[in-house]
């Protein structure tokens, strides 16, 4: 309802002048401008309004613009005074009267077909005619006011220009009365929010100057005990298990336990919770059972406690009074913001120990981060090929770097092209042997005499054609790191030897007695499985121990997709100012073959295959048809319907190459060379199987 209705006809014994009018409405101005609140200012309003303005139910809305609801009040009634009902803000007549900002004039209610349910309430009330004036200052818009009379056409023009100043008299007086409640109700929020703020700005500068906040705790009790007077203050750790454990007082905690177990914990763990006396409450049990009963012998009566969390960390803060019901709810926020400063507290705390013991740690992983950026820089700018960024080869430069601050032997295994040389020159640039030699060795490209004599060295004499002394690979990389690759190829007997330089870390030349030093970091490296290996004999059990003392696994081209166009770009590059042109580009469907074949080969068959793309495309864009990848494809999958095959039979097998080898010869009349080349081996290969079949 827009407005509420009153019943009292208010007419003097005569219609009075003009003049006598203003007098009286000067006088309603004088008396609502010294009302402050707005009961006392309503109960003036329906008194003086007697004296100016004709009516018989008079009624008032006042009107939020915030929420642009009404509040319907009565101002005058000779009756009993009847609820209006409640309307939609489209029905009630308040909103038209407040959106057209001018008076409507209903002379006849029986006549008036809008506000249906209002104008019904009226009749009820014996109301003919009404004028609604609406309340509006250069501030806001206050309401709507309403008179009603029992007469039809009882509101004229004269008689509505007066209400009209009538009612602007009315918004001002209600402007002001609710200004003055919001200026009032401002400045006591003020009041407490500068009290509040005060002890939060000591509480704050207590605890800034310290870490620990057990050493400013007295003085967080100080600071807190003009707002909320207590008489101690304590500070508690508690666990899931129910233990709480006294970590700071403001005063020493004689005669009590510093820890105590409750032996319920409570399901619901409320972050607030006040006992008015302590020695008729009904408290949690506790463990030591005497913990009541000895805090109610030391005087304390009352108790408010407040939960918090710092981090992970559950806190309680205490306060403890020796007067009984010393604390309420008005003192819950409060505690709540004390509460709060110490947890932000805590909070540091425990961050600055977190800090601590992750400084070392991350100052570690960012130098070791750095570093591997900085090596695969070099080691790019050298070879052009420490390019990727998937996360499986980041993982292998990331261990790389790791081992290469120590002289710890390497192992890397993988398949062949998939980068174990580039591997080993990154840890030897990080290593501290960077500024020495790096000497690689191929075991598989020599024979086996040849492969000892370049691996360890030779006197003059030692052998027909040795006319000069020669030092070996082992020598040449003092200092330095000593790279073997297909180590697995390394024959029997030259295992032996290197294993004693692995061990003692010393070695002798052929043909010399004399011993010497070995001062040499071993990487290995082989696309072998050297398990199998060892099962078969072709290498020693000692010596894969000795070299494996640190893995690494390179993953194949396949198994990182991401570094295929990568790579392709550097290759692209390299190859580019080889040929002395600008480097090629790839077509869209050569990206997309380029990263959808398996790359048997890795890393060294893509480049291979990039660089007779850009031969083929003579400084244009490589197509499919460039790459030809569709010459190497992928191995066919088994039917499905062939049965699984079973495990061969080792001494059949062994028996199957022995007679391979020796037709070999047979045909080659007895040249090795030609009959490795016949079997697919090399000259090492051949001779290590020769000799395992006792043919040599």
């Not at 038209?96 to 809008?114: A, K, M, N, S, Y």
């Not at 750790?237 to 454990?245: E, L, N, R, T």
Request: charged share 25%.
């Amino acid at each position: 309802m827009s407005a509420a209705i009153g019943d009292r006809t208010v007419r003097g014994p005569g219609t009075p002048t003009t003049v006598a009018r203003y007098e009286a409405l000067i006088r309603v101005s004088a008396a609502l401008r010294a009302c402050r609140d707005r009961e006392t200012l309503f109960r003036v309003l329906a008194r003086e309004l007697r004296h100016v303005a004709r009516f018989n139910f008079l009624g008032l809305a006042l009107f939020d613009e915030r929420t642009r609801a009404v509040e319907p009040l009565v101002l005058e009634a000779t009756g009993e005074r009847v609820a209006p009902p409640e309307l939609s803000a489209e029905e009630q007549l308040t909103y038209w009267v407040l959106d057209h900002q001018q008076p409507l004039i209903i002379p006849v209610v029986d006549g008036e077909r809008r506000f249906g349910p209002e104008m019904a309430y009226l009749r009820g009330q014996g109301i003919v005619s009404t004028c609604s004036l609406p309340l509006t200052t250069p501030r806001r818009r206050v309401g709507m006011l309403i008179a009603g009379s029992r007469q039809p056409h009882d509101y004229d023009a004269r008689e509505v220009a007066f209400l009209t100043l009538v009612a602007n008299q009315v918004a001002l007086a209600i402007d002001d009365a609710l200004t003055y409640g919001a200026l009032q109700a401002a400045l006591t929020a003020e009041r407490e929010r500068r009290q509040t703020l005060d002890a939060s700005d000591q509480l704050l500068r207590a605890l800034s100057t310290v870490l620990d906040v057990r050493e400013v705790f007295p003085r967080i009790s100080a600071i807190a005990a003009p707002a909320l007077p207590h008489d101690r203050l304590t500070l508690s750790f508690c666990d899931a298990g129910g233990w709480v454990s006294l970590q700071a007082a403001s005063d020493e905690w004689r005669g009590l336990p510093a820890c105590v177990r409750l032996v319920e914990p409570p399901a619901d763990e409320a972050a607030f919770g006040i006992v008015p006396d302590l020695t008729r409450a009904t408290l949690p049990r506790v463990e030591p059972s005497r913990f009541w009963t000895d805090v109610c012998a030391a005087g304390y009566r009352s108790l408010m406690g407040v939960r918090v969390t710092a981090r992970e960390q559950r806190l309680l803060l205490h306060f403890w009074s020796k007067t009984p019901g010393a604390f309420g709810a008005p003192q819950a926020a409060v505690a709540r913001r004390i509460a709060d400063h110490v947890a932000l507290a805590v909070s540091h705390e425990q961050l600055a120990e977190m800090e601590r013991q992750a400084l070392e740690a991350t100052v570690r992983a960012d130098h070791l981060e750095a570093r591997v950026r900085s090596l695969a820089d070099e080691v790019a700018a050298a070879s052009g090929r420490m390019v990727g960024s998937s996360p499986e080869w980041q993982a292998v430069l990331k261990v790389a770097a790791q081992v290469a601050a120590t002289d710890t032997t390497v192992l890397l295994t993988g398949e062949s092209g998939t980068g174990k040389e580039v591997v080993a020159r990154f840890i030897h640039h990080a290593s501290n042997r960077a500024r020495g030699p790096f000497v690689a060795l191929n075991c598989a490209a020599l024979p086996e005499q040849l492969l000892e004599s370049e691996l360890f060295g030779y006197e003059r004499g030692a052998f027909t054609g040795a006319q000069i002394a020669k030092p070996g690979q082992i020598e040449l990389a003092a200092g330095g790191v000593l790279f073997l690759d297909e180590v697995a190829e390394m024959s029997v007997a030259a295992q032996a030897r290197f294993l004693r330089v692995l061990q003692e870390r010393e070695f002798q030349r052929l043909g010399s007695t004399r011993t010497r030093r070995a001062d040499v970091r071993v990487i290995a490296a082989t696309n072998r499985d050297l398990r199998k290996a060892m099962a078969r004999g072709d290498f020693r059990e000692d010596l894969f121990y000795r070299l494996r003392v640190f893995d690494i696994r390179l993953p194949a081209l396949r198994d990182r997709p991401a570094d295929i166009l990568p790579l392709a770009d550097a290759f692209l590059q390299e190859i580019g100012q080889r040929f002395g042109r600008p480097p090629a580009g790839l077509t869209r469907d050569a990206k997309e073959a380029l990263q959808r074949h398996h790359w048997p080969g890795n890393v060294r068959q893509l480049r291979n295959a990039l660089e007779r793309a850009a031969i083929l495309c003579e400084g244009g864009l490589i197509t499919t048809a460039h790459l030809a990848l569709d010459r190497d494809p992928p191995p066919p999958d088994p039917p499905p319907d062939v049965p699984p095959a079973r495990a061969p039979d080792p001494d059949r097998l062994a028996d199957i190459e022995r007679e391979l080898i020796v037709r070999a010869l047979t045909e080659c009349a007895g040249n090795k060379s030609r009959a490795a080349a016949r079997l697919g081996l090399s000259r090492t290969q051949l001779y290590v199987r020769l000799r395992r079949h006792g043919l040599s």
